[in-house]
């Protein structure tokens, strides 16, 4: 080949190959997403405020908080402090304008109203404080961002396929025991179960006949699983999404010698719950950590007090043992972000005794 023959055809070889060579070229030197990692030994003084004192999965939450707390060495307070159940909205918003009067750093709520809580929280952001909600959020212009154990859509699909695996494609009636009328997290989960059961067909012969309230308190949360049975003699299931309720109506159930014909699910604790899937009262059930939730709520409300994390949505960050996360957008609240956990776990005879033992 003679030499400008050669050139000619070497340089439509480059033009060819350049646009590719480009691509890869960019593509090679695209660097990853920046994951931010907590810096430890920083004074951050932080409160912990569960929905009220006294049950269970918040003090697992605050084990998981304590725990975080001693790996990042945070030379500054962790404190717990709840309302009691009796008087828990105006005790949660008592004690988030004493910490902001404090100067509290931050505070990690698991709300009792979507909306009440809005004053006091607001004013806390106002005063520089970290506000961060987990389990159960405010609005969003009241918090930096919702730390959300499960997606909430979920919930309500979990449920339903429970109820409809416990009663069978015939179907029945069965209702709802929330706890307290208030609670975002509660009416969000049992809005999305009303949806499931009324745009899918496969839910078709489930009835839910009544949603009552117990206020997460075990004796209220008993008498209205027996108001229900009464007031509903062809009930079949019982459907608490709380785990105080879902105790309190297994008992009643238990009590009443109706485990047979009353079955009860929803959501709740596996060392509270064991005995009532060997029963028969409760044949499935579902949950999260509460332990891992108190643990990433702590690091994110941590990363954020002290300004190594902005809240921005597409943040990513190291969490520890949790590993990496990334701020989105919350598709259940407009204008809110949150940080997704997960996932679900279902309980039933075949898992029950493995998750007591290995807690």
Known sequence: MKPRK?????MLAALLVTPFALIHAQEATEEPAEVIVARPRQRVDMVLLPKFLGIAPFEQAYEGAQEAHLELLNRGELSFLGPPPDNSIPGQIEIIEQSTEQGIDAIMISANSLTELLP???AAIDAGMTVVTWDSPVAPEGEALFVAQVDFDETGKVMAD???SIL???GGQFAILSASRAASNQN????AMEEVLETDDAYANL???ATVYGDDNFEDSYLQALLLIEDYPDLELIMAPTTVGIVAAAQAMEDEERCDTVKVSGLGLPDEMVGY???GCAPEFALWSFTDLGYLTYYITYLLATGDLEGEVGETFEAGRMGVYTIEEDPTREGGK???MGPFTVYNAENIEDAVGGE
């Open 207 to 209: 009835e839910l006949v």
């Open 188 to 191: 969000a989960w049992i809005a």
């Open 338 to 340: 949150r940080v997704l």
């Open 168 to 170: 069978g494609e015939d």
């Open 6 to 10: 050669f050139f000619i055809v070497f």
């Open 120 to 122: 006091a929280t607001q």
């Open 162 to 164: 429970m109820a409809l």
């Open 277 to 279: 899937v060997e029963n």
